[in-house]
């Protein structure tokens, strides 16, 4: 199995920037395939940047202002923003896939506001 916490989530103003933390535990961290989604109010669900090998993937609406990237030796997957706006205001999660089973974290909250 697999638990996710996410953290460092908050209010930022437009054009501020937040690194995202996501923490796993168990010794399988380093074998999963590990993804930040975000679900606004009153929207579904949407992948943001995924991270599988070596291989980073991002959402159209944050190519050039995020980043995905995971230091396995600390269990932790991360995700920086920059130039955020508030667009980008929703409940962030991470998301850890191993093999066909996936665990989801509990969400932080991502709020940009002036």
């Known amino acids: 199995q697999l638990q996710l916490v996410e953290s460092g989530g908050g209010m930022v103003q437009p054009g501020g920037s937040l690194t995202l933390s996501c923490v796993g535990s168990?010794?399988?961290?380093?074998?999963?395939?590990m993804g930040w989604y975000r679900q606004a109010p009153g929207k579904e669900r949407e992948l943001v940047a995924s991270?599988?090998?070596?291989?980073?993937d991002y959402a159209d609406s944050v190519k050039g202002r995020f980043t995905i990237s995971r230091e396995n030796g600390k269990n932790t997957c991360y995700l920086q923003m920059h130039s955020l706006q508030p667009e980008d205001t929703a409940v962030y999660y991470c998301?850890?896939?191993?093999?066909?089973?996936?665990?989801w974290g509990q969400g932080t909250q991502v709020t940009v506001s002036s």
């Open positions: 998301k850890g896939r191993i093999g066909d089973q996936y665990y």
């Open positions: 991270i599988i090998g070596g291989r980073r």
């Open positions: 168990g010794t399988r961290f380093s074998a999963s395939a």
